[in-house]
């Protein structure tokens, strides 16, 4: 018999990500707003999911990529020193183009645009805008949570672990002061 219930499934954190800017974010409403209503005039299902599906799939690695870092610093504290580079080197961002997902769903995109019309792509292009938006928020916030979740997850599975929990604060004070607000649901 195979245990089949633990798919990772990046939907739950893009809406997780959603609901936190919502409450945190001062800009979220306006982005929110004009990607609704771009989908809505451009009425295109199967690039509304495309879109939806590539950034899903990026979002769930960077959340296990922030996950696995700290099981990293745990085993080689010298890892700890990633958190000096920058975010696309942190997050895995230049592997982006090799996951399956993203593959897929990018030569779906394109497909799409290919028969748009003009206006449609004017339109298609407000709603990478929003995608856009939420990679250079919601990318810090996921790769913290996956972080953050190593820390409730390992020690039970790892014998000896124990959090590094000055790291996880600063880590956590760096993401909120390079995002210029306080996002307290950051787990």
């Known amino acids: 018999m195979i245990y089949c219930d633990f798919t990772p499934n990046g939907l739950p954190l893009l809406r997780h990500l959603e609901k936190a800017l919502a409450t945190s974010d001062p800009d979220f409403t306006g982005e929110y707003q004009r990607f609704e209503s771009a989908k809505a005039q451009l009425s295109d299902r199967q ?19 922030g996950f696995s870092w700290n099981l990293e610093c745990a085993q080689n504290p010298v890892n700890k020193l990633r958190l000096q580079t920058d975010y ?12 399956p997902r993203v593959q897929s769903s ?3 995109i394109h497909n799409t645009l290919q028969h748009f019309t003009a206006e449609q792509k004017n339109l298609a292009f407000q709603m990478q805008d929003y995608y856009s938006y ?12 996956g972080f953050q979740r190593g820390n409730a997850y390992f020690p039970e599975v790892i014998p000896g672990y124990t959090q590094d929990t000055a790291l ?20």
Do not use: N, P
């Open 134 to 145: 939420l990679e250079t928020i919601g990318f810090k916030l996921a790769h913290l949570w």
């Open 88 to 99: 696309e080197e942190l997050h895995g961002e230049s592997l982006f183009q090799s996951l």
């Open 168 to 187: 996880t604060a600063r880590y956590a004070r760096m993401v909120r002061t390079d995002l210029g607000f306080c996002c307290d649901d950051l787990a």
């Open 106 to 108: 990018a030569k779906a």
């Open 47 to 65: 690039f509304a999911e495309s879109l939806e599906a590539q950034f899903v799939a990026k979002l769930l690695y960077v959340f296990w990529q």
